[in-house]
Every structure is written in structure tokens, then in C-alpha cells.
């Protein structure tokens, strides 16, 4: 891998940031990919081309708003409330949007001669999202090294951690502040800590409160 190039899917937040700093501890070459697919803040595609440019990695911007014409969800659409019914998807989730992500990095990918496409999607903390679970990501993998014919490998750093794994793994990587300080994960568009109140920032919040306690008991922090 240290000799290898990869492509990280990159949003800006706090997982896919967590994902750039872990790519370039492991890969020779890194670019980012991030998505314009109609999401109400553009402040997400701003910090994301922000954060690459501060890391000094490539960054590519590609429209993908036809996403949000064909599947009405909370992330494209402000009359829609931020919620999860029980039995029922969260309002949050986009139908198809890590598929149609990860097939059009594969295809960046090959034209810019990586082999690797590294991803911040979660098993342990998915929200119930059919397109973030291993065994999506394992088939995904096979469909595009046969659609493409090329050795693709999906790279999911974050598959088994929930959120204080993810907020140590980030202070291993020596980019805790910069994770805490600089991304956006909130559902509102309010960069660091959010607004305390969508199910990003509560799960990103507790996250953190429940790694800082282990790390104080351990004395890291």
C-alpha cells in the first residue's frame, strides 16, 4: 500500500476526513473525490476542497445533482424533516448515493491510476443504511473489478469502529484537533461541534465524550 495511489470519497466530515489522514499515512498518492448532489449546504463541498487543499492532496468536485431530482430525502430537501420512524429508513438516507459514488470514483479512479478507493462508511454506527453495511461494500468490490476489468480494492478503515474508535483513531493519526476543529458532519450545516440537536451531531458528540473519558482514564488526554 505505501507504494500504491488511492482515492478517498470525501465529504469534508468527520469520517471521510478521518479516512484522508488514514490514506496518507498508508498510501505513496492521494486525491479526494467529493460529490455535489444537491445537498442542502454547500458549505459541505467548501470545507471538503478546503481540507484537501490544507492536506495538499488533488481534489475533484463532481456533479452528481440528478441524485438529488430522482430520490426525495432530508439531505436534498428542506421541507423534509430530519427523522427515523421505527421500522422505517431515517429520512436522512439516499437511495443508491453510495453506489453511484463509489462507481464513479472506481472510474476516476482508473483514469488517475489508483487501485485503491477508500471510503469512511460504518457498520457498527450506520444508522440502518442498507449502503454502508461490509457486505454491500464486498460485493460492490467484485461488481466493479468485472465491470471495469481492474483491481479495484474498496477500503473501509471505519467498517468496525463506532464513533470513540473513530475519534481514536483519529488522535493516533495526530489529527484529533484538526478532525474536531475543521469538518462538518452536522445535518444543519454548522461546521466542529454542529448544532447539537440532528442524529449526526448527537452520535458525533457522544462519540467523542465516551473517547475523551477512556482517554482521560488512560491518561492520553
Known amino acids: 500500500m505505501k507504494r500504491e495511489k488511492a482515492v478517498v470519497v470525501f465529504s469534508g466530515g468527520q469520517d471521510s476526513t478521518t479516512c484522508l489522514f488514514w490514506a496518507k499515512e498508508n498510501f505513496a498518492e492521494v486525491e479526494t473525490v467529493t460529490f455535489k448532489y444537491g445537498q442542502r449546504h454547500t458549505l459541505e463541498t467548501e470545507i471538503a476542497a478546503a481540507i484537501a487543499a490544507e492536506l495538499g492532496v488533488r481534489h475533484h468536485l463532481l456533479d452528481m445533482s440528478l441524485l438529488g431530482q430522482l430520490t426525495p430525502n432530508a439531505l436534498t430537501r ?4 430530519i427523522k427515523q420512524e421505527e421500522g422505517a429508513l431515517p429520512t436522512t438516507f439516499v437511495d443508491g448515493r453510495n453506489l453511484l459514488f463509489l462507481s464513479f470514483a472506481a472510474v476516476l479512479a482508473k483514469q488517475v491510476g489508483a487501485k485503491h478507493i477508500v471510503t469512511g462508511v460504518c457498520e457498527t454506527d450506520f444508522s440502518g443504511y442498507p449502503d454502508c453495511r461490509d457486505v454491500f461494500i464486498k460485493s460492490l468490490n467484485v461488481t466493479l473489478n468485472l465491470a471495469m476489468d481492474y483491481p479495484f480494492v474498496i477500503d473501509t478503515p471505519l467498517m468496525w469502529l463506532n464513533k470513540a474508535q473513530t475519534w481514536a483513531l483519529s ?24 448544532c447539537g440537536e440532528c442524529p449526526a451531531c448527537k452520535l458525533r458528540a457522544n462519540g467523542l465524550a465516551a473517547y475523551l473519558g477512556e482517554a482521560a482514564k488512560e491518561g492520553i488526554r
Do not use: H, Q
Not at 428542506?78 to 424533516?81: L, V, Y
Not at 488522535?171 to 476543529?181: I, M
Open 171 to 194: 488522535d493516533r493519526l495526530g489529527a484529533f484537533e484538526f478532525v474536531r476543529d475543521r469538518t462538518l458532519t452536522c445535518y444543519n450545516g454548522i461546521p466542529a461541534a454542529g
Open 78 to 81: 428542506s421541507d423534509i424533516e
